[in-house]
């Protein structure tokens, strides 16, 4: 770079800038060198080390580096101004090739502190708005983008839905309308045919009231209905629902215990349908002569409630698929008459846990039983 050059190129640079040599003379200067204290053209010829209080091995060293280094070279100096004050200034150096075979020049710049200060000051101020606004924009896109995905998963999944109960619902009507249809044909069959196929009938009526409350309660958990939580006793909970459904469990041996005092903050109606649909299923997969054990403990800060059958059990291929809509086991492996279900029992159970902040999960053995496990938050009375 020729000193023509240099100075056609820092013409218009705001702050004090210099084409030195190798040796620390001033080849040209920049008009924003005045403010150095002195007019350019005086400046030109001189060597720098005359003109600054900074020691001048100390300078030499950092010109020495900033011939060496392929970037600019941050140091500072003092420089003595017009009254033979030092003045600080924070300088940028590097090195300049001129034309092949020639010594390196130095290109310096300089910049006095408090210039700099209030121009970083403001460089830091503009960067930190600049990235304030930028993770604001990403937050928002990424929020956009997840509320997108959880909406077209929503569609799918009520597609699904509406698919599957139409399918469901499809069977019992099917055979409904059949016994319905023979009934009417055939007016004058014996009673013992006329008696079953009413018995078909009524049996396949209450299977599609039970399919359409269990859709209901799904929907109204897919609309969002919020529950009414207030303190409630689970272990009261489970103690009621269980001696009311003594009366009805004949077969089976029904126990309760152990109940620890458990408050959680809660919806008791639907606590009590979780831990009924939890009994249902122990009742309804466990053969005749089995026993069943429902209690509540408090573990780790939790409350847990355990419904425990000896029951047929789930294969372990199964058990991923339990809480899934209509999904009921290969009617294959319930040994003797399907016991009849909508499958959905136990993802109205799930949402009911999900709603009250806790976790529901069964451990099985095929051939040996079934526990189903729910751990909600404990309540203290404080935070009730
Ligand atoms: N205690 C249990 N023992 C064995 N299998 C169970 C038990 N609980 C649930 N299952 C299996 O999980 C399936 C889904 O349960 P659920 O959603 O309650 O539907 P449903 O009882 O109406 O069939 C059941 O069909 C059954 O195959
Ligand atoms: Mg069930």
Redesign the pocket.
């Known amino acids: 770079m020729t000193p023509e050059a240099f100075l056609a190129f820092t013409k218009v640079l705001p702050e004090p800038s210099l084409l030195l040599s190798a040796e620390g003379r001033i080849l040209a200067a920049n008009p924003a060198s005045e403010r150095l204290g002195s007019p350019p053209s005086r400046l030109k010829g001189r060597l720098l080390f005359e003109l600054v209080a900074t020691p001048r091995e100390q300078l030499e060293r950092y010109l020495a580096t900033c011939l060496g280094s392929g970037q600019m070279v941050p140091g500072g100096l003092e420089w003595l101004d017009g009254e033979q004050r030092p003045r600080p200034y924070r300088c940028e150096g590097a090195a300049v090739r001129p034309a092949k075979g020639s010594p390196g020049l130095i290109f310096l710049r300089l910049r006095s502190k408090e210039e700099a200060g209030a121009r970083f000051a403001l460089l830091n101020q503009k960067i930190d708005e600049l990235t304030r606004a930028l993770r604001q924009r990403i937050r928002t896109e990424g929020a956009l983008r997840e509320s997108q995905r959880h909406l077209r998963e929503l569609m799918e999944a009520q597609k699904r839905f509406v698919n599957d109960a139409a399918h469901e619902l499809r069977a019992p009507l099917t055979s409904l309308q059949g016994n319905l249809e023979v009934l009417l044909s055939f007016p004058h069959m014996p009673e013992a045919e006329r008696q079953e196929a009413l018995r078909d009938a009524v049996h396949e009526a209450r299977r599609l009231s039970r399919l359409v409350n269990?859709m209901l309660a799904l929907a109204r958990g897919d609309a969002g209905a919020a529950l009414q939580l207030a303190p409630v006793r689970l272990d009261r909970v489970l103690r009621e629902v269980v001696e009311s459904a003594q009366g009805l469990v004949r077969q089976h041996r029904l126990s309760l215990g152990p109940l620890d005092e458990a408050l959680v903050r809660g919806d008791g109606d639907r606590l009590g349908q979780l831990v009924l649909?939890?009994l249902?299923?122990?009742v309804?997969?466990?053969p005749p002569g089995g026993s069943i054990a429902a209690g509540v403990r408090r573990v780790d800060e939790e409350a847990e409630l355990r419904?425990v059958?000896t029951?047929?059990?789930?294969a372990p291929e199964?058990l991923p698929?339990?809480?899934e809509r209509f999904?009921?086991?290969d009617r294959a492996?319930?040994r003797g008459e399907d016991?009849?279900?909508?499958?959905?029992?136990?993802?109205?159970?799930r949402w009911i846990v999900e709603q009250h902040g806790g976790r529901i999960w069964?451990e099985?053995e095929l051939g040996e039983?079934?526990t189903?496990v729910v751990r909600l938050p404990l309540s203290d009375a404080a935070g009730a």
């Open positions: 269990d649909q939890l249902e299923n122990a309804k997969y466990t419904v059958d029951g047929i059990g789930i199964d698929h339990v809480f999904w009921r086991a492996r319930v016991p009849g279900g909508t499958g959905l029992g136990l993802s109205i159970a069964l099985s039983g079934t189903a």
